[in-house]
């Protein structure tokens, strides 16, 4: 039997300027504690989706938020500092 898929080759290697530099991945690494905090306020979201809140659950959403937010804070803090000159 015959395969019909078009032959292309095993690897294929991506351009470099398709890689993100090392300013972009600074810029990952600063917002990391913001990205964790959302996927954490994510993951309880998603679980209160089908069920009521309790007011466990409640106190629990609402502890995330106030992770987002202190990450928010904390990160615009950091870039209030860098963009008036000074060390963050």
Known sequence: MKSIAA???LVTTLPAEWEPTNAELDAI?????????????LDVEITLLD?????LDD???????NRVLAAR???ANRAGLVQAGGVA
């Open 7 to 9: 032959p292309q080759s």
């Open 29 to 41: 690494e600063r917002e990391m504690p913001l990205i964790l905090a959302e996927v954490d306020l």
């Open 51 to 55: 069920r009521p809140v309790t007011e």
């Open 59 to 65: 106190r629990r959403l609402r502890r995330h938020r």
């Open 73 to 75: 804070r904390h990160l």
